[in-house]
């Protein structure tokens, strides 16, 4: 095995199945799974890389969804931001959004993305986490 595993060998080692979470795991947001597995391998691979989830999603209550609004939060940002150093890449940040099967982008997604071309900020969809690896990389972030 090389010094750095693919995706495919990273989901051999921990014994999950492609496109998402552990095999032993109900397959009912498979966006999250593959999110999940995503950051266990970079983790595991890029101990160092520096990134956060935006946890934009999800069902709350209203009190909750209202403090999170009047707080700063955004519908649309991307699933995870990452950030390197400054010449290292385009700008120090960058956004990943996951997606899988035929699910397409929100228009607030849209909106963020725009928002991101516009100020010249790396952004990318990604149907896998291959795809994801493959933009950290042409980004210099990995």
């Not at 795991?25 to 983790?43: A, I, R, S, Y």
């Not at 991307?78 to 010449?87: K, Q």
């Not at 228009?107 to 969809?125: G, H, K, S, T």
């Amino acid at each position: 095995m090389s010094e750095t595993l693919s995706a495919a060998e990273y989901r051999d080692l921990v014994g999950v199945k492609q496109g998402g979470g552990p095999s032993k795991k109900k397959n009912e947001h498979p966006e999250d799974d593959m999110q999940e597995t995503f950051v266990e391998l970079l983790g595991y691979q890029y101990p160092k890389l520096v990134f956060f989830a935006i946890p934009n999603g999800g069902k709350r209550d209203a009190t909750t969804a209202w403090v999170l609004a009047k707080t700063g939060t955004r519908k649309g940002v991307a699933d995870l931001c990452f950030l390197w150093p400054r010449g290292q890449g385009r700008g120090p940040t960058g956004y990943i959004e996951f997606k899988v099967d035929n699910n397409k982008q929100s228009p607030d997604q849209e909106l963020f993305e725009a928002d991101c071309i516009e100020r010249d900020v790396p952004y990318a969809v990604c149907w896998s986490i291959e795809e994801a690896l493959a933009f950290l990389k042409e980004w210099g972030a990995i």
